[in-house]
């Protein structure tokens, strides 16, 4: 799984080393969160095709999936981009099947949108997934801002699922760990973009941000990158 792609940087990134990743680690399924591919805010179309034709298999979203209006109607087309399944009532699918594998996409709640609770919500899914005889291998993308709300969901999961890995904050965390009852861990799985910049965006304007509070355009920084993933 690749974490959040920040921009052409990190499309560029994917599709200059995602090939070779593929043969050296003999790697079978390619999970990526695509919520920030274009222009560092939202989806399109291009963008889903660029990464599908790097090896992608399926990719996952966040708060910033209709950040590019285009992308709505064609949320419910037999497109791979998924949404939160969280969502209340939106265009798209917060879970696809693929190969074999499922994958699910949720948000959590705290210092984030007020979305359906994201437990009770994999809850149902889970029950859903059983009943359709998809339930061997689930992948859960987890996106959220606390690590608490994480790793609350990585032991709320443990055992039913195959893997809970985070995304959204693009700053990877040091506990990869299979759980107790053999669930894949990881809070965070870091971002896919530039390496020197702030969670991908060039780092001089997010300082003047902070040093001024006025409101400013951040850009996707440019300059050598840096591919996060984790491989399960």
Known sequence: ?????IGKPGRDAVCA????LKREKAIDFV???GENTAGGYGITADTTAELLQSGVDV???GNHIWD???IIPLMDEDLPPIRLANYPDAPGRGYIHVSGVTVVNLMGRVVMASLDCPFRTADALLDQLKEEGNGNVIIVDFHAEATSEKQAMGWY????VSGVLGTHTNVGTVDAKIMPQGTAYLTDV???GSRDS???SDKDAVLERFLTSLPNRLTVASGPCVLNAALV
């Not at 080393?17 to 070779?20: F, V």
């Not at 999961?157 to 039913?160: A, N």
């Open 157 to 160: 999961l443990d055992g039913r």
């Open 198 to 200: 702030v969670i991908g």
């Open 59 to 61: 990719l996952t979203s």
């Open 31 to 33: 999970i990526c969160n």
């Open 1 to 5: 799984m690749i974490g959040d792609v």
């Open 68 to 70: 590019k209006k285009e």
């Open 190 to 192: 870091g971002m896919t």
């Open 17 to 20: 080393l995602l090939p070779d």
